[in-house]
Structures are given as structure tokens and as C-alpha cells.
């Protein structure tokens, strides 16, 4: 009781006591939230399961997020919103989750206006698991040191990161729900009492990743403040789908479908359920196949988040100049060991065939260098454990810090993470190996509390440690510098890296201040990469092609004016041709007849080849349904335009120019005989039809009109 009435008093002091529902406005309508106690006693404010964005659900699913639309009266804002569809890495490892996810939860210590600094977390999961729920991520210790925390959902799997390289899917939509939720921190945070102006982004892992993408994308430009990028880099292969539509037949066929063209592959995905759609991406993880970040193709006026390689931006110097904390734990991965081939373990970046001379040398150079004596057998697991950590994350931290140093004029603070306490997330497991290290997560333990450590008592050195962590991640969102002043828990001066010092914090029992870390290991790495990566080498822009096709019906009766029926013919000529392996060279001809004749009798007519602006179309009538002018079906002939050769000259007859590929357009019948949408092209009058409008503007038009997809 004495605990409880000091707190209040201290509140009191503080600028009156605190609500206990407080209600705040955003753009969207108002929020009622609640005041929780840290585990100090510290009160604060907590505003759970906002909506940042709309639901992608329906027609959304797979693209890029909506702004959040406004509701009337008060929000409830107590308790968190769904995940995003998952499966639970943890506890069930069963399927959890809904689409309806897109929310964010804030954490403020203050609401008046005190325009304190901003924390936003991406958590890890690569790409496929996680959410910014507090039994994971509570944000009771940073509070504490007067911030506000805010932490978010993004889609996951294939649900986010499905791409096809079309305008409608052209990927990283999970990528852009966090852009979004940035957004709508900046235009809404002040009402939190944070300043929009100091936004600090950090993450772990795959979080990491994403913070890192972030501060190479145009979509954040001066959007966010400062980076911490932990475990994790965008520099890292490993991260990038190569063949995203590829990667998107694999999760059709794994679902028993065949579709090839990528429009019936959006349909197959639409109608797949999130559970089944979660549990086939995480069969062919197990495969090797995972839906990561894609290197978007340019769609015009649609946004993009990362549309060139994560290289060329970073060497290029076009990366956000702001302040960068970056680091890694001492042993980040404690993988299986599935093959003793060190050759395994070189990286895919550098291109070089397996036991060639190079490769048999490398891996000759990493057994002399990390392994003291047999690199096999669970006596040199340590060692190989410490090697998959170089080539998986190690070495492109050490990088990326390299690059960052010769393009950016603000400080890039370099650390390792290197203490073991009971707040490690991954002692029990690497306690079963017999490794004591800071593995993978390990200093997540003492930056935010989480519901699997909350019964761990905690030992005075892990509460200093704890202590610590806070104070120089805080201290770096408020001022861009960890160690502003020297004091009992901060007892060294964190130097940015320079040209010629890596100096780098580690975090150990005790804190220390260094340079170059892991530097014999770094040297050989270095030089490997000198004689080996090329950057030109690398996916510069992504060159998978999108196969399509877009089936219009249309349908024309005896009424039907010439014009329309020339129209309706050029737009499909103009954009339709078709690769083809043969090429013929014809004579220049003017057509005299009407591409598109409409016969009297239901009998197959075949017509001669024509030549249309000089390209050859082979035209076929078959009988379809259509519709007359007063909605009676009936049969008519209709030209079918399919794919055939396509012949095209300049008029010169020793010239041939190369055919490019296009949409096949063409009617389609139900299985009823029933065409599957109709366009009455009596429908609308002949002078509200746009003149030379191409395919896609002509599918917009019709959809105008009340058609369908």
C-alpha cells in the first residue's frame, strides 16, 4: 500500500494523476486506451490495437495497404488486434492469425504534449512468423526512460510478400504495411506525446532487414530519424526472392492448381483460404523456397519500396543520411548441420562453381581459419556453429558497416553483443549444446520484458545489464548518440566507426570499447570478396517476366456500328502480338473489308490472312453466345482473335523486325455456353467510346461499365 500511494504521489508531481481511460483523437476518430504500471511501478499509457491501415481482406489481399478509414464515437483501444495469419513458432505451432491484422500498439509515458522522442519496433520472424504483441515485445523498460514505444504488425508469408510482377502484385506489400504504419505514425504521434520529427526505427533479424530496407527506400525519405539494425542487414542474399512468380506457381501447385498465367495465379491465391495459404508457404520453407523481400519492377504511378539492388543504393551513397546504430550477437545461428562440405558455407553472392579450383581454396582457407582441427563431428561444433554465424549474418554487418562509412556524413555506431545472463533468450538451448554465448535474440531480453522469461529471476549483474541496453538504445533515439555523459552504468564513450576504425561497442559483463572486430576472420572475408563479388554480378532490377493473358468478351450484333467493330479490332491488334519462331516477311496491303464481319449463318467461316498497320493476324469466326438488343441469346458468328504468328515488315522486304510479346485477348464461354461477362457494343453510344485506347485502358473502360475482372 505504501508502494502504491508514493507512485501517486509521484504522479501527482509529476503534472497531475493519471487517467485511468484515457482518450486521445487521430485522424481516424477518437481512441479510449488504459494506464498499466512497469514492473518498476512506473506508471504509463497504453493504446493497443490500432488500426493503421484497411483491412486487406477481399480485392486487398496482396497488395499494397489502404489508408485506415475513420469510425464513429470512441475506439476501444485496450487490447491488441489479430496477428497476422501465422504459423505459432512457439507455443502451438499450430496455424493462429487473421487477415484483418494491420494494427499497431503505442506505449507513452506522457500525453501532454511533451514531444518526446519516438521508438518504432519491426519485429523479426523472417518474414514469416511474429507480431509486435507485448507477451513478445513490452515496452515497460523504455518507457521508463521517457519515450514512446510504438510497435506493429505487418502481413507475413506469401500473404505480404506474394509478387508477380504485375502493377497489381508487384510485391513487398508487407514491407509496405510498415511504411504505412510510419505514415500514420507521423501524422498522428504528436497526440501521443511524441515528437514526429525524431522517429527512431530498429528491428531484429528479419526487422532488421526491413530497417535497413527502409533507410535505402525513397517511399521513407525523411520519413524516419534514425536506424538501429540488429542481426539482420539487406545486404544479405539470402533476403531476395529470385524468381518471385516462379515461387508463386510452387504455392499453386503445392495447393494442387496448375495455373501458369499469372492472372489465374492471383485467382487461385484469392480463393485460397490464409490457413491453407500459411501452412503450404511453410512446406515449401522446409523446401528452401521462402516468400522474401522483392526487387519491385517500376508500374508508372505505383509506389515501390526497394525497385534496385540494396547495393547499388548503399554504395551509391543514396541511403538515408541519418545517425545508424548496427551489431550482432557473438553466436547468431545454431542451425542443424546437414552436410560437412565446407564449400556449403561459401556464399551464393560470389558466384563460384563448386570444386573448381577457387572453391576447393576457399574452403581450404576456412578450415585453416576457424577450425583447429577436424571440421567434423560434434567436437568442432562451437567452431562450425561460429562460421555459420560469419557467413549467415557476420560478414554482412561487417560490410554493410564498411559501405555506410564511405557514404555517410552521420555517426554509424558498430556493436557485438556478447553477455550471458538469464534473460538470454536462447540460454536453454545453447545451454544444451554446451555453447555459452549470446546467441540469436539474446539481447531482446533485456530491452523489452516478454511473457516466456517473465518467471526468470533475474540476477544483479543481468538488471545492470538490462540497465544498460536501455540506456543506450534510448539515449540514441533522443540525441543520435548512445553515451552522451559517462555515469555508474554507462562507463565508456561509444566511438562511431571511422575510415580507418571499426571501433565497435561490446556488450559483455562489462562494457568495452574496441576496433575491428573478429578482425583475422573479417580480413579473410574481405579478401575473398575483393577477388571474388562482383556487383554488377548481383540482381540489379528484377527481370522475371510476367506471362498474362487478359480474356475480354465481346460481343456485337447486326447492329453494331462499323466504327465500334473497327475499334474493338484495332485495340486488339495493336496490343496482342504474340511471340512466335517464325518470321515472314509479307507485301504491304491495305485491308478494304471490315475486320470484324458479322455472318448470318452459325457455320465456321474461315477469312484470308489481312494486313492491319503492317501486322499479319490470322482471324477465325466461330459461333458464340451473345446477346441481341433485346437480351434474348442467341448464336452468332463473332471473329475469335487467338494468338498466331505475327509477321511484321517496315516495307521492306529483306527487313524483319522482331515480334515483342502482349496479352492474348479473346472471347470466353461457361461451361452453360453462356459467354462469361458480356459488352454490348451497341452499349454505350459509339461517341463515349475513348478512340485508340490500348488494351488495359480498354479493360478499365469496360470495367466503368459494370464488368468484371
Known amino acids: 500500500m505504501m508502494t502504491v500511494a508514493v507512485n501517486e504521489f509521484l504522479d501527482d508531481l509529476r503534472g497531475g494523476r493519471m487517467t485511468e481511460a484515457p482518450t486521445v483523437s487521430v485522424q481516424q476518430g477518437q481512441l479510449q486506451g488504459r494506464t498499466v504500471n512497469s514492473p518498476s511501478g512506473k506508471a504509463f499509457y497504453s493504446f493497443q490495437g490500432i488500426p493503421y491501415a484497411k483491412p486487406p481482406l477481399g480485392s486487398f489481399r496482396f497488395k499494397a495497404p489502404q489508408p485506415a478509414e475513420s469510425w464513429d464515437g470512441v475506439r476501444d483501444a485496450t487490447s491488441e488486434g489479430s496477428v497476422c495469419p501465422q504459423i505459432d513458432p512457439i507455443i ?237 550477437t557473438s553466436l547468431e545461428l545454431t542451425l542443424e548441420r546437414k552436410s560437412d562440405d565446407l564449400q556449403d558455407l561459401i556464399p551464393e553472392e560470389l558466384h563460384i562453381e563448386r570444386n573448381s579450383e577457387q572453391s576447393l581454396e576457399i574452403a581450404e582457407g576456412i578450415k585453416s581459419l576457424y577450425f583447429k582441427g577436424s571440421h567434423t563431428g560434434v567436437e568442432s561444433l562451437n567452431e562450425y556453429l561460429e562460421l555459420l554465424s560469419d557467413t549467415m549474418i557476420n560478414i554482412h554487418t561487417h560490410r554493410h558497416v564498411k559501405y555506410l562509412v564511405q557514404v555517410s556524413n552521420k555517426p554509424v555506431y558498430y556493436y557485438k553483443f556478447d553477455y550471458v545472463g538469464e534473460l538470454n533468450w536462447s540460454k536453454k538451448l545453447l545451454a544444451s549444446l554446451g555453447l555459452n554465448h549470446a546467441g540469436h535474440l539474446d539481447e531482446l531480453g533485456y530491452l523489452f520484458s516478454n511473457e516466456m522469461i517473465k518467471d526468470v529471476e533475474a540476477t544483479p549483474q543481468d538488471l545492470k545489464m538490462r540497465e544498460r541496453m536501455v540506456r543506450l538504445w534510448t539515449n540514441f533515439a533522443k540525441s543520435g548518440n548512445p553515451t552522451p555523459e559517462e555515469n555508474y552504468y554507462l562507463t565508456v564513450t561509444w566511438l562511431p566507426v571511422t575510415h580507418d576504425n571499426l571501433y565497435f561497442l561490446n556488450l559483455g559483463s562489462e562494457l568495452s570499447l574496441g576496433s575491428n572486430p573478429d578482425k583475422a576472420k573479417m580480413d579473410f572475408w574481405d579478401e575473398v570478396y575483393t577477388k571474388y563479388f562482383r556487383i554488377w554480378d548481383q540482381p540489379r532490377t528484377n527481370t522475371e517476366e510476367a506471362v498474362r493473358k487478359t480474356d475480354i468478351i465481346i460481343s456485337v450484333t447486326e447492329q453494331t456500328p462499323v466504327a465500334y467493330q473497327e475499334e474493338i479490332v484495332a485495340v486488339s491488334v495493336e496490343e496482342t502480338p504474340v511471340v512466335t519462331n517464325e518470321i515472314i516477311v509479307v507485301p504491304e496491303t491495305t485491308p478494304e473489308e471490315p475486320l470484324v464481319q458479322i455472318s448470318e449463318t452459325p457455320e465456321p467461316v474461315k477469312t484470308e490472312p489481312v494486313i492491319v498497320d503492317e501486322i499479319e493476324v490470322v482471324q477465325e469466326s466461330s459461333p458464340v453466345q451473345v446477346v441481341d438488343n433485346n437480351g434474348v441469346d442467341k448464336e452468332e458468328d463473332v471473329h475469335e482473335i487467338e494468338p498466331t504468328p505475327v509477321h511484321i515488315s517496315n516495307g521492306n522486304s529483306n527487313e524483319v523486325k522482331k515480334p515483342r510479346t502482349s496479352n492474348e485477348i479473346k472471347m470466353v464461354q461457361q461451361p452453360n455456353g453462356t459467354p462469361k461477362d458480356v459488352i454490348r457494343a451497341n452499349d454505350p453510344p459509339e461517341d463515349d467510346l475513348p478512340k485508340n485506347i490500348g488494351v488495359n485502358k480498354f479493360v478499365n473502360f469496360f470495367e466503368s461499365l459494370g464488368g468484371k475482372k
Not at 500514420?184 to 520529427?197: A, C, Q, R, V
Not at 525513397?218 to 520519413?223: A, C, G, V, Y
Open 92 to 328: 502451438t505451432k499450430q496455424f493462429t492469425g487473421d487477415e484483418n491484422c494491420l494494427y499497431l500498439n503505442i506505449y507513452t509515458p506522457n500525453l501532454d504534449g511533451a514531444f518526446l522522442p519516438v521508438m518504432i519496433y519491426i519485429h523479426g520472424g523472417g518474414f514469416r512468423n511474429g507480431s509486435g504483441s507485448a507477451s513478445l515485445y513490452g515496452a515497460d523498460f523504455l518507457v521508463e526512460k521517457d519515450v514512446v514505444v510504438v510497435t506493429i504488425n505487418y502481413r507475413l508469408g506469401a500473404l505480404g510478400f506474394l509478387s508477380l510482377n504485375t502493377p497489381e502484385v508487384p510485391g513487398n506489400a508487407g514491407l509496405k504495411d510498415i511504411v504505412q504504419a510510419i505514415r500514420w505514425i507521423k501524422e498522428n504521434i504528436h497526440n501521443f506525446g511524441g515528437n514526429s520529427g525524431n522517429l527512431t526505427v530498429f528491428g531484429e533479424s528479419g526487422g532488421g532487414v526491413a530497417t535497413a530496407i527502409l533507410t535505402a527506400s525513397p517511399s521513407t525519405k525523411d520519413l524516419i530519424s534514425k536506424a538501429i539494425i540488429q542481426s539482420g542487414t539487406a545486404i544479405n542474399h539470402a533476403v531476395y526472392q529470385k524468381c518471385p512468380i516462379s515461387n508463386a506457381k510452387k504455392l499453386v501447385n503445392i495447393l494442387g492448381g496448375e495455373a501458369e498465367d499469372v492472372d489465374d495465379i492471383l485467382e487461385f491465391l484469392n480463393a485460397t483460404s490464409a490457413k491453407e495459404l500459411v501452412e503450404a508457404t511453410e512446406k515449401l520453407a522446409s523446401d528452401g523456397v521462402e516468400f522474401g523481400v522483392t526487387i519491385e519492377k517500376e508500374f508508372g504511378d505505383v509506389e515501390a519500396v526497394l525497385t534496385e539492388s540494396f547495393y547499388d543504393v548503399l554504395t551509391s551513397g543514396r541511403v538515408a543520411d541519418i545517425p545508424i546504430m548496427i551489431g550482432s
